[in-house]
């Protein structure tokens, strides 16, 4: 069973900033792509920023930026430090992994969430 754990969420005034992490643990053998969404209240969940094995990466146009998504593959972590922080970036963070267990067979699991809110 792998598990992942969102850190870093909380309260901060706009123009601030927060550094998210994520910690993956369990029988992993790599993991591939590794992404943060997030869910403002009352709307969907979306795409914030995803980051490959190979370190490509790609924004939403509403963080590019301002957002920035790294990894440390030997903590199997992946961080999103976010900056110039908004009203509009409140929203529920969740980790998302894509990746291959120790058995080989590919998985996907997300993270439990973390809250952050942006005040005027």
């Known amino acids: 069973q792998v598990q992942l754990v969102e850190s870093g969420g909380g309260l901060v005034q706009a123009g601030g900033s927060l550094r998210l992490s994520c910690a993956a643990s369990?029988?992993?053998?790599?993991?591939?792509?590794m992404a943060w969404y997030r869910q403002p209240p009352g709307k969907q969940r979306e795409l914030v920023a995803a980051?490959?094995?190979?370190?490509?990466?790609n924004y939403a146009d509403s963080v590019k930026g301002r957002f920035t998504i790294s990894r440390d593959n030997a903590k199997n972590a992946v961080y999103l430090q976010m900056n110039s922080l908004k009203p509009e970036d409140t929203a529920v963070y969740y980790c998302?992994?894509?990746?291959?267990?120790?058995?080989?067979?590919?998985?996907?699991?997300w993270g439990q969430g973390t809250q952050v809110t942006v005040s005027s």
């Open positions: 998302h992994a894509d990746l291959v267990l120790g058995d080989y067979k590919r998985y996907d699991d």
């Open positions: 980051i490959t094995s190979g370190g490509s990466t």
């Open positions: 369990g029988r992993i053998f790599s993991i591939n792509t």
